[in-house]
Every structure is written in structure tokens, then in C-alpha cells.
């Protein structure tokens, strides 16, 4: 009889498709480069708040871009109460729930910030993720311009606080009423699913300008496009003139604000509601001027949409403006890293009430990737911990005491806790960057001292000494001391080290 040997199951250790692992350098550089941005919120008056990452399905409504279905783009299941739940893709639909479900208590205007996860049921691809962090700041209860106008002017404030130079950064202002009124001028309007349909496509097409180029939207404002993989993209439907005139509104420049202003009262003359759009526009101009935010921090810019279907106003993006290098070695404009709008009908949905609100949403990794690029992170300040060597396994007791005595005096420490040698608890220190070692043999016990090797000196002083016995009679970066000044000597070399 034979025996057939039964294979075992290994699963492959890997990250799922969209998601990443992050290193304790960028965790912590990151840490940092969000509380800059939390004291700015902070100095405005907002609050900090922290929603659920789950939401029923229903509260998120038909609002992710280059969707047309609820449940497309998030991911979801069942509860045992067979409700949907889904996880959130931004943090402004759970605001809209929380502040909705808090009505009566909160004072009007609510204003917020929240940093956190968010999830796309989505393709992944080069810089696109399935999860990933944004750092969100919202005004809800105002319906005047002057909080969209505040928004814009605390992200310019975050830019230069994180050390983003002025001429390196733009706010690019624009209001999704204008684009409106352009659709009015040219005969798109109504308020049904097809109406609507056609808006959203028209929003997503103006949306991908500066990835397109603007024959690239031509075709998505037309019968649609194909791109280099082949897959076809449905575009809006529109006719040459139609497309035109799009065209000519996303493009309309000016030296200053007030000719802008005056390209865009031209474009949507009779629309009510495109005029309404420009009006607005202008008062947020003249709240930047009165405040000293001149063109070379916030622009007003018609190309700028944003593609999520549910704003209704003033429209926002932080754009870097500096060169960087893409997947394909181009140089090319670092571009968006946050932005934001107006969206007064998100709370109406559950309330059944106007509350009109507007907000700003940082993408936390882009920021990060920008700062890195421009050599602005923060990423020092933290020492590795001093790594106490177990010689003696019967004496680990008094290995745990030198820990804890470096641990009261306020120096990271760890004592090793593998079952290795000396050999390899020295590597260990090594790939933990440890700047020394505490070593108590039976000889040191005996004696009652220590014996402190300086990792970062050795390293240094090992590249400059060549023949092994000057090694070995110098013992470099090496010092023996009694018990009682552990903590005074290591403070010397951690001290020597820092400066």
C-alpha cells in the first residue's frame, strides 16, 4: 500500500492588488506632516471629529466618479439584519449621516476636521490605490461664499506651513453654477436620470484636462473615446458647436480676477443660474484680495471641475505646480493634492431640509510624495532604540533592570528577546539601527560594570581602519563602565550622536 505524501497548503505572502504596507519611516514622517495641517485646522476654529469607516449603503448615495450605480465603486455586504453596509470612499458622505442624525445639537455652523481611511472599488493602477488616507476640513449650516473663500484660503495656509514654496503651489478656484449655465446656453438642462447622466459625463470629460489634453475631452464630450489599452469610454453626445463652447469655457484666462470674471459673464449671458454662479466667484475674488491672498496663491480657473457628482457651487483644487518625474521618466507638473467644493444637498437628503456646507479634502499620500520630492519631510527627531544584549540567559533579570533603568531615564530600549548569540544579536541591533549596544558578560557582572559599544562610530571609524589587528587593539567606539553610569554614558553617546 502506498502512501502518497499530502502537500500542505502555503499561501503566498502578499499585499492585495490597490493596497500597500507602510515602513515606520513613512508612519512617522507622515505623523508629522498631518499634525502641521491639523494646527492650521486647529487655528481656524475647526474641531476634530472620527466616523465610523462603515455606512449603510443607502446614506452614501450615487456620488463616486465614473460610476453610475450605488453599489459600484465601494465595497460592501450583508449584516446579520440583511442590511447593506459599505465601507466609506470619502469622509464627507459619513459627515453629511453624522450631522444629519445630530441635527438639534450641533451648533451652526458645524465645523470639522477628520484624517482617515477611505476605500475605492476600483482598478487599481500606477498611484491609484484602493485605500488610502485624506485629511478632510468642512463648514456646514453657512450658505455664504465667505466659507468656501475661508476653505480656500486655510489649504493655502497648509501648503506653505508644510514648507511648499509660494510659486510651487496654486488654489485653483472655479463654481460648478457656471458650468450649468454653459449646459443651459447650449440646450442641456432638465432634471431627470438622462439629463443628469449626460451632466456627470460632461463633468468627468472637463475633469481629466490636464491628463487629456483638450482633444482627449473633445472626444469624451462626443461620441466618446478609446484609450491606448482599447478600452472605449461613452462619451457625452454632444455636438461639434456643443463642444465648443465647452471648450471655450474651461479655457477662458485672464491676466487678473476681474477678467475672468468678465470672459465668464460673456460666455453664460442668459443663464440665471450661470450668472448666479459668476456673482459668487467674484465675491470669493474679493474676499482673497481684501485678505491678502493675491493670484500667486489662489487663481480663478473654469477648467476646474472636480469629478464627484455631488457639488453645487464654489469648486476648490490644491495644485503643485513644480516638475516631477512620472512612471515613464516625463517630466511633468506634480499636479493635484487635495481639493474640495460646495455641496448643499447632501445633508438635505436625509434631513429633508437645506443645510448647505462646503468643505476640503487633502489626499494625505500624494501630499506626502510631494513633500518627499521637494526634500520638506520631517523625518528625523527619532532615535532607534539603545538594544540591551542578553549574554546569560539565567541572568535575564538583570538585563530587564538595565532596560527599565534606560526606559525611567527617558531613552528608547528593548532588550533582545530572540534566542540567538551574541553574533546575531548584534545583527539584530545592526538592521534595528540601534546607536549602541549594552553588553554584561560574567566578567562585567563580576566587576559590576558594563560594556557600551557605539554602533554609529564603529560604523563610521570600521570604514576608515584597514588592517584587522589596528581593529582589534584599537577596540574602537567601545567603552567599558561602571553599573551605576549606564545611563549617564549612553545619554553621551545618544547626545554626541543627535547633535
Not at 456673482?279 to 493670484?295: H, R, S, V
Not at 538583570?398 to 530572540?418: C, K, P
Request: aromatic share 8%; charged share 30%.
Amino acid at each position: 500500500m502506498s502512501s502518497k505524501k499530502v502537500k500542505t497548503f502555503r499561501p503566498k505572502a502578499r499585499v492585495p492588488k490597490g493596497l500597500r504596507d507602510i515602513p515606520a519611516r513613512e508612519i512617522r514622517a507622515m505623523a508629522r506632516m498631518m499634525r502641521v495641517i491639523e494646527q492650521v485646522y486647529d487655528s481656524y476654529g475647526f474641531e476634530p471629529l472620527e466616523t465610523s469607516a462603515f455606512e449603510y449603503t443607502d446614506a452614501l448615495g450615487k456620488f463616486l466618479p465614473d460610476l453610475d450605480r450605488p453599489n459600484e465603486g465601494v465595497f460592501s455586504f450583508q449584516d446579520e439584519d440583511d442590511q447593506w453596509l459599505s465601507l466609506r470612499y470619502d469622509l464627507t458622505a459619513p459627515l453629511a449621516r453624522y450631522v444629519a442624525e445630530h441635527y438639534d445639537g450641533l451648533p451652526k455652523p458645524f465645523r470639522r476636521y477628520q484624517s482617515g481611511a477611505v476605500w475605492r472599488n476600483e482598478k487599481p493602477g500606477p498611484g491609484r490605490f484602493r485605500q488610502f488616507t485624506q485629511f478632510d476640513a468642512d463648514t456646514v449650516g453657512t450658505p455664504l461664499v465667505a466659507a468656501d473663500a475661508e476653505i480656500c484660503m486655510m489649504a493655502a495656509d497648509c501648503m506653505e506651513r508644510l514648507g511648499i514654496p509660494r510659486g510651487s503651489y496654486v488654489m485653483r478656484v472655479n463654481n460648478r453654477k457656471i458650468l450649468d449655465g454653459v449646459l443651459e446656453t447650449i440646450g442641456i438642462a432638465g432634471d431627470g436620470d438622462g439629463f443628469e447622466t449626460q451632466r456627470m459625463t460632461v463633468l468627468r470629460a472637463i475633469d481629466k484636462l490636464d491628463r487629456l489634453g483638450p482633444d482627449g475631452v473633445r472626444r469624451l464630450l462626443g461620441d466618446g473615446r478609446k484609450d491606448e489599452s482599447g478600452d472605449f469610454t461613452k462619451g457625452a453626445g454632444l455636438d461639434t458647436s456643443q463642444s465648443d463652447r465647452i471648450l471655450a469655457f474651461v479655457s477662458a484666462e485672464g491676466d487678473d480676477a476681474k477678467s475672468v470674471i468678465a470672459a465668464l459673464r460673456q460666455i453664460v449671458a442668459g443663464s440665471e443660474i450661470g450668472i448666479q454662479g459668476v456673482d459668487e466667484l467674484e465675491e470669493m475674488a474679493t474676499l482673497f484680495e481684501a485678505a491678502g491672498y493675491g493670484t500667486d496663491r489662489i487663481r480663478l480657473d473654469p477648467s476646474v471641475v472636480r469629478g464627484l457628482g455631488y457639488y453645487t457651487g464654489p469648486v476648490y483644487e490644491a495644485e503643485l505646480t513644480f516638475q516631477a518625474v512620472n512612471e515613464d521618466g516625463e517630466l511633468v507638473r506634480f499636479g493635484s493634492v487635495g481639493g474640495g467644493g460646495r455641496y448643499d444637498g447632501l445633508v438635505e437628503r436625509f434631513k429633508g431640509i437645506v443645510v448647505p456646507a462646503t468643505g476640503f479634502s487633502i489626499g494625505v499620500s500624494r501630499l506626502y510624495s510631494a513633500l518627499d520630492h521637494l526634500g520638506k519631510l520631517d523625518t528625523g527627531g527619532v532615535i532607534e532604540p539603545v538594544v540591551v544584549l542578553v549574554m546569560d540567559r539565567e541572568r535575564i533579570a538583570d538585563y530587564q533592570a538595565m532596560t527599565s533603568r534606560l526606559r525611567e531615564a527617558g531613552i528608547r530600549a528593548e532588550m533582545y528577546l530572540g534566542g540567538s548569540g551574541m553574533k546575531a544579536q548584534m545583527k539584530y541591533a545592526d538592521k534595528r539601527g540601534a546607536p549602541c549596544v549594552i553588553i554584561q558578560g560574567g566578567d562585567e557582572h563580576a566587576s559590576g560594570e558594563v560594556t557600551i559599544k557605539d554602533l554609529i562610530e564603529g560604523s563610521r571609524l570600521s570604514k576608515e581602519i584597514e588592517d584587522n589587528e589596528e581593529w582589534r587593539s584599537g577596540r574602537p567606539a567601545q567603552v567599558t563602565v561602571s553599573l551605576d553610569s549606564l545611563v549617564e554614558s549612553v545619554r553621551e553617546i545618544l547626545g554626541r550622536h543627535s547633535s
